[in-house]
T-cell receptor, first 116, second 112 residues
Framework: KAGVTQTPRYLIKTRGQQVTLSCSPISGHRSVSWYQQTPGQGLQFLFEYFSETQRNKGNFPGRFSGRQFSNSRSEMNVSTLELGDSALYLC??????WGSGADTQYFGPGTRLTVL | AQSVTQLDSQVPVFEEAPVELRCNYSSSVSVYLFWYVQYPNQGLQLLLKYLSGSTLVKGINGFEAEFNKSQTSFHLRKPSVHISDTAEYFCAVSTQGGKLIFGQGTELSVKP
């Protein structure tokens, strides 16, 4: 099976712009979670989508949003970019997501976003 | 609420030496525990997980971890490390219906 893919791998944007990141989960996985990884804050949960519905949300401002399509592919959007949004954005897919807690999350390689 | 503490931010070790990366968690309910590894410029890869049963869990690349409920720990061990084990290691905890919570990570640096 193909793994989780994320596009693009690298992005450079300027403050105030918006950006959309894409994640294709492993075939058959219905849950997609997004994480932000920075040296100072570590791995922080953004949100989880399951069957096209946002099921869980982390503590991020409304500038961060996402959606999931019927084929389970997910996109994450960040509007009005700030310097502090520079980070590695990781997407992870799983069969059941948060439902059982025992489900393994499989991570993509990430998108490295740099905001200038 | 659950939390995870990785006791060492950096662990330097010589090649072929044993290593232990420490992880403690707190939770008022039963937990599931995971160790992930992240190589430079890559995503996270699952090393091993504890769901239930035997407290000694074996994973990929020769790693193992032991679940200790009384000490609320889940330390990762490898008897002999290789240069290629240089990476960042994350301990994570989840509960039924709950999110996956990660520790701050431990940078393992294997020197020749």
């Amino acid at each position: 099976k193909a793994g989780v893919t994320q596009t693009p791998r690298y992005l450079i944007k300027t403050r105030g712009q918006q950006v959309t990141l894409s994640c294709s989960p492993i075939s058959g996985h219905r849950s997609v979670s997004w994480y932000q990884q920075t040296p100072g804050q570590g791995l922080q949960f953004l949100f989880e989508y399951f069957s096209e519905t946002q099921r869980n949300k982390g503590n991020f401002p409304g500038r961060f949003s996402g959606r999931q399509f019927s084929n389970s592919r997910s996109e994450m959007n960040v509007s009005t970019l700030e310097l502090g949004d520079s980070a590695l954005y990781l997407c992870a897919s799983s069969l059941d997501g948060w439902g059982s807690g025992a489900d393994t999350q499989y991570f993509g390689p990430g998108t490295r976003l740099t905001v200038l | 609420a659950q939390s995870v503490t990785q006791l060492d931010s950096q662990v330097p070790v010589f090649e072929e030496a044993p290593v232990e990366l420490r992880c403690n968690y707190s939770s008022s309910v039963s937990v599931y525990l995971f160790w992930y590894v992240q190589y430079p410029n890559q995503g996270l890869q699952l090393l091993l997980k504890y769901l239930s049963g035997s407290t000694l869990v074996k994973g990929i690349n020769g790693f193992e971890a032991e679940f200790n409920k009384s000490q609320t720990s889940f330390h990762l061990r490898k008897p002999s490390v290789h240069i290629s084990d240089t990476a960042e290691y994350f301990c994570a905890v989840s509960t039924q219906g709950g999110k996956l919570i990660f520790g701050q990570g431990t940078e393992l640096s294997v020197k020749p």
